[in-house]
């Protein structure tokens, strides 16, 4: 069973910078589109960008040239860098693996959807 592992957030000021980091652990073949999202209590999960296999990304509106999302098949990472922070950044970060295969025990290749982070709280205030 594939696991995400995000690493920690933080409390960061207005302007600042902040790395996520996001580790996959268990046994796969192949890994497919993965994102990042955030959420703000009270409000529903929004996607903020993502990266396909072919490296195609997506940026929301709002985290556009500011945020960069980068992937690493070999390590079985994916990162999203957050440059020049708001306070209307701050929201628990969910990354998210939004399809992966694996080989069952009968050598049949399965596919999984939608594989979710533990999330990790990030804070932008002076």
């Known amino acids: 069973q594939v696991q995400l592992v995000e690493s920690a957030g933080g409390f960061v000021e207005p302007g600042g910078s902040l790395r996520l980091s996001c580790a996959v652990s268990?046994?796969?073949?192949?890994?497919?589109?993965m994102g990042w999202y955030r959420q703000v209590s009270n409000k529903a999960r929004e996607l903020v960008a993502s990266?396909?296999?072919?490296?195609?990304?997506y940026y929301a509106d709002s985290v556009k040239g500011r945020f960069t999302i980068s992937r690493d098949d070999v390590k079985r990472t994916f990162a999203l860098q957050m440059n020049s922070l708001k306070p209307e950044d701050t929201a628990v970060y969910y990354c998210k693996l939004e399809k992966y295969t694996y080989y069952d025990s009968d050598a049949i290749l399965r596919t999984i959807t939608d594989t979710w982070g533990q999330g990790t709280q990030v804070t932008v205030s002076s």
């Open positions: 268990g046994s796969l073949f192949r890994l497919y589109t």
């Open positions: 990266i396909t296999l072919q490296r195609d990304t």
